[in-house]
Nanobody
């Protein structure tokens, strides 16, 4: 079955950078979009970046200009390059893959288990 596995989280100081990876497996060619979301303790999940099958991207205002989402189809991997990190970026980061007919992201997507990012 379809599965997403995130990696690349960790602890970093303010102003630092991290690159998150999300590897997909078990899919047929029915994904139209992949996205990154994050959830900080006590806060709602926030969609922060998405990339469509045609390569178009969109970002939340909170990360625009600092984060970049890219995809490597050959590796079935989506990346999130995060620069100029601040303590407000501290959260669990999740990737999601949307099949045709579903929003991106949405609760009916396939979601990974998350990777923790801590900025101090």
């Amino acid at each position: 079955h379809a599965q997403l596995v995130e990696s690349g989280g960790g602890s970093v100081q303010t102003g630092g950078s991290l690159r998150l990876s999300c590897v997909a497996s078990g899919y047929t060619d029915d994904r139209h979009c992949e996205a990154w979301s994050r959830q900080a303790p006590g806060k709602e999940r926030e969609a922060i970046a998405a990339i469509d099958i045609d390569g178009s991207t969109r970002y939340a205002d909170s990360v625009k200009g600092r984060f970049t989402i890219t995809q490597d189809d050959a590796k079935s991997t989506v990346y999130l390059q995060m620069n100029s990190l601040t303590p407000d970026d501290t959260a669990m980061y999740y990737c999601a893959a949307a099949r045709y007919g579903s929003g991106c992201p949405s609760n009916d997507n396939t979601w990974g288990q998350g990777t923790q990012v801590t900025v101090s």
